[in-house]
């Protein structure tokens, strides 16, 4: 059991701010690290695996810094986002020897068991550079794994993964999670990290936006206030009943049909259609106008 | 010493293309040997001091030892070996004995070859050069490993060291021979074929041994220093 703790953490390069004041403690379970590109994970991620000091603040494991400090190889798995790897090497010879830098006793063993883990044994032979993204992706997990951290840390693990592997993946971190192990991995994709995890810490521009149990954020998220567009058999009318309605803060009519602001999404959907129905009117396109994450994330951040 | 980050390091080094320029300039000497040897050549200074000494040994040292960790730092394959619990003077200690024995293969041991052809007669003198070569690649390499951590643009701050400082200072200014690898070779050279002036060496081997010395404890130092508070950067995100 190992706990990740940032206090009070910035980073900036020059004037520029990549991660602004963050606290938050990473605990044993799946943790999703949620941003668009730019945010700062990737900053965030580094300097949990001592890979950079931060401008301000500590980084610690288990109390002791993360910087300049090797021995905390021991405890931490990371997963790079970069796709190279020694591509001359096989996947075995790629984790044994990583099993051997970090001194196991039985090298060839641990590799075997890492591998298999990521399913990867059949293929194991084959040279890197021959490999998928996915395929490479998982060697790269196995090489993190081999020592059995109590810490993984993933950067963008599901980048050039298909579907089943992407769903291998996931069941994999999450059977690391469910054996005491603190997972954290990285994504700017909403629903990877929904699938994924309890625990959620939000990044926008640097700052931390929200954190913590999922469903809370998601909650959030779906009762911010939503721009639709519409399109129906009778338009001025539909206006006029979702305006008497109470989910509905306002209402447009142009060319293209209803720009509707509602005031929560949960309600408003609900309301639409049998509002639609009272009044005889046929809907004939419902969409949802700023569904992008960039717009969650900047609700978030304004909240 | 690390078994397995000295394997990884030579199959890396030798599955580069970088390995083919290697090759190429032990043949340009042995090719002049040749020519010397045809055309009845007798100036050993300027078949193995200032071609195989001034020119081949650091441009040799330079490939490799700016190859053996600043390539893998480059294109981040270095975060496998660095995310172990492995001690960075280690590293920095196994990558540098692999990087002098394979610049000895590409510089010193083409350096025997080349005096045995061009001058059969000179045995003394013509080893005096190689194993002289064989001690000035272990500084310049471990100079050339230092660089590669502390700066991405290694090869090209190198190439003016060894253009700059060795080629055009350290030979023309004499006060500066005591801070030229070249200098220091030139003088184990001297010392070793108990040479005259027909080794031009300005600074005395008992300078040159200590300075050596610490040159490579400081490279080395430094190396282990930086490598330690190695940052991972270039990515935004």
């Not at chain 1, 994970?41 to 400090?69: C, I, N, Q, Y």
């Not at chain 2, 050549?41 to 053996?68: H, M, S």
């Not at chain 2, 024995?101 to 350096?111: D, G, K, Q, R």
């Not at chain 2, 060496?201 to 041994?209: E, L």
């Amino acid at each position: 059991m190992s706990d990740l703790e940032l206090r009070a953490v910035s980073r900036w390069y020059g004037n520029v701010v990549a991660v602004n004041d963050i606290s938050m403690t990473i605990g044993p379970g799946v943790t999703g690290l949620l941003g668009p590109n730019g945010a700062g994970k990737s900053t965030l991620l580094h300097m949990m695996a001592g890979f950079l000091p931060p401008s301000s603040g500590t980084v610690t494991l288990d109390g002791e810094p993360t910087w300049r400090r090797p021995e905390i190889y021991r405890s931490i798995g990371l997963v790079p986002e970069r796709e190279a790897a020694y591509e001359f090497l096989t996947a075995r010879e790629f984790v044994v020897a990583s099993a051997k830098l970090h001194r196991l006793p039985d090298p060839g063993k641990a590799a075997a068991r890492a591998l298999a883990t990521v399913e990867l044994t059949d293929a194991a032979d084959r040279k890197l550079g021959g490999y998928s993204k996915g395929m490479r992706q998982r060697a790269k997990v196995a090489s993190a794994l081999v020592h059995d951290p109590t810490v993984l840390l993933l950067d963008e693990p599901f980048n050039g993964m298909d579907p089943r592997q992407r769903l291998h993946m996931m069941e994999l971190l999450k059977e690391m999670a469910a054996a005491g192990r603190t997972v954290l991995f990285s994504s700017h994709i909403l629903e990877e990290v929904e699938q994924l995890s309890d625990v959620v810490q939000v990044v926008v521009s640097g700052r931390l936006a929200a954190s913590g149990d999922f469903r809370e954020i998601r909650r959030l998220m779906t009762d911010r206030p939503h721009v639709f567009t519409i399109r129906s058999t009778n338009d001025r009318l539909l206006a006029a009943a979702l305006m008497a309605a109470e989910h509905t803060s306002g209402v447009a009519i142009d060319d293209a049909g209803l720009r509707v602001q509602a005031a929560d999404f949960g309600g408003f959907t609900h309301a639409l259609a049998s509002l639609a129905r009272a009044h005889e009117i046929g809907l004939r396109e419902v969409i949802p106008a700023d569904e992008s994450l960039e717009s969650v994330f900047s609700y978030l951040v304004r909240r | 010493m690390n078994a397995v980050i000295a394997n990884i390091t030579l199959r890396a080094l030798f599955g580069r293309r970088r390995v083919l320029l290697l090759a190429l300039l032990p043949l340009i000497l042995l090719g002049l040997a040749a020519a010397f040897r045809a055309g009845g050549g007798d100036d050993t200074d300027i078949l193995l001091g200032r071609f195989g000494i001034a020119a081949l040994l650091p441009l040799v040292a330079l490939i490799v030892g700016t190859g053996v960790l600043g390539a893998e730092l480059d294109d981040g394959t270095a975060v496998y070996l660095l995310a172990t619990p492995t001690p960075r003077h280690v590293i920095i200690a196994t990558k540098s004995v692999v990087a002098a024995a394979v610049t000895i293969l590409f510089a010193a041991v083409p350096e025997l070859l080349a005096g045995l052809i061009a001058f059969p007669d000179r045995g003394k003198l013509v080893a005096g050069y190689a194993i002289g070569a064989a001690a000035g690649s272990v500084v310049y390499v471990a100079i050339f490993v230092a660089l590669s951590v502390a700066t991405r643009r290694a090869m090209a701050v190198g190439l003016i060291y060894v253009l700059v400082w060795e080629g055009l200072l350290a030979s023309f200014v004499s006060g500066i021979g005591v801070l030229s690898v070249q200098q220091y070779t030139l003088s184990f050279v001297r010392a070793i074929a108990s040479a005259g002036d027909e080794v031009p060496a300005t600074v005395s081997v008992v300078t040159a041994i200590p300075l050596a010395v610490i040159v490579v404890a400081l490279a080395g130092w430094q190396a282990t220093d930086r490598l330690r508070g190695y940052r991972i950067s270039g990515e935004a995100g």
